[in-house]
């Protein structure tokens, strides 16, 4: 299964110039993990990456180390670094952890936050409201969050939170469509924009407190139903 997917198969060959490597590298691994044509558990090795684009391996290690750092690879012993498994039997310390983060960063960011700011938000509504292909939708999703946590001054805080999103993403790319998450989820991200726009701090980690609750609940309730508890 997972080992017999080769990167050659997924990626295309392409000559890179060398200062774009890095980034082109990370970018084109990045979406075929989070589109799932890499699944959880495929290998990916240095050499084969340099090989398939025409560049030394040190791009390639410096991409994989970002890619390492935002949560979608993970480093084995004895096998090097592969695609990392999705949330998974943690499903509720994840999201217990994301209220305490996010609350901060609604905390930080909110009144800071200006009219386009808030444009920008409902704008992620408003595309996740037509959209249907469940991939765009994780990743609006993201968008739409991290739009709100934007003006956070701590920014390692906003990169934990963004690791957590990413995961989120990946798990909703794999598994919406037999979940229903739903209508439910539009409803509190217009309560959490509109907090946010009248600068109700408290009022937007209630909601955003609600929101991930939920989803924490219909995700556990899925992985029980998929266990067969
Ligand atoms: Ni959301």
Redesign the pocket.
Known sequence: MAEKIKLSNVLASEQLPAHQARGVIEERLRSAILDGRLPPGTAVRQQEIADLYGVSRMPVREALRQLEAQSLLKVEMHKGAVVAPLIGEDAVDTYALRVLLESEALRQSIPLLDADDIANARGYIQQLENETSHAEIGRL?RL??MALYSKASNQKLLRLIENELNEEERFLRFHLSSMGLGKL?QD??NA?VDAAADKLVDEAIRVLEQ??NN?SRVIRNYLDKQLGR
């Open positions: 999703n739409f969050h989820t509190d991200h959490l929101h991930l989803g």
